[in-house]
């Protein structure tokens, strides 16, 4: 709220919080913001006669919202998870995220399937698989149609390692130059800092708080 963030990319799990921040924004706007004494404030102080708060809305990815646990399809995956084979980090190098694939926990099922409860953890790697490559889930069930998972998991390595290859060469890049990276922080935090107090002022004085100008 004090950034004035219009989407906030969450997981679904999330959501409940994100529709608490929205509640009070809302409640927020319509006990201070209106009137015409507040309008008054606000254009002596050159600030904005309308809501202080905006009402931020989830940005939550159609596949991949709730990855879970390569030890266990029904946990979600976490990187406080003392288990660090239960997860891919973003920066596993290839040979560690192929191992860790290789190792995850699957069944004796003949077959790949989607959506099956019974097989938690095959919905789970098809539903890494469709969030790093970006193919629709038909395509991806034609293509694992018949695979066993000896089969697949190679697969599956390849396509999170090509889809984590680009991040990992930003990242290296940016953390070559560490006078342009600690530049950037600086900035971004004076600029985060000035929109902050901006709209903390506004919060003021739409509760009457600061002095009448």
């Known amino acids: 709220l004090i950034y004035g963030a219009d989407k906030v990319p969450v997981g679904e799990d999330q959501r409940q919080h994100l529709e608490l921040t929205r509640d009070l924004a809302r409640r927020f706007n319509d006990r201070y913001c209106k009137g015409g004494a507040y309008k008054k404030r606000c254009k002596a102080a050159g600030f904005y006669a309308g809501p202080v708060f905006k009402e931020p809305e989830a940005m939550i990815v159609e596949g991949g919202s709730r990855v879970m646990s390569l030890a266990d399809g029904r946990s979600k995956m976490s990187k406080s998870d003392k288990n660090d084979n239960s997860r891919i980090n973003l920066l596993d190098p290839p040979d560690v995220i192929a191992r860790k694939i290789k190792s995850c926990k699957t069944d004796a099922v003949v077959g790949i399937e989607w959506d099956n409860p019974d097989r938690p953890e095959a919905t789970n790697l098809l539903n890494i698989h469709q969030a790093c490559s970006g193919l629709p889930k038909e395509v991806i069930a034609e293509q694992v149609r018949g695979m066993s998972w000896g089969d697949y998991k190679p697969l599956l390595s ?32 004076k600029d985060a800092n000035e929109r902050a107090q901006r709209t903390a002022d506004h919060a003021r004085l739409a509760m009457d708080f600061l002095p009448r100008f």
């Open 158 to 189: 390849e396509v999170v390692v090509e889809h984590l290859r680009p991040i990992q060469e930003r990242y290296r890049e940016v953390r070559a130059d560490e006078g342009l990276l600690e530049d950037v922080l600086r900035r971004g935090a």
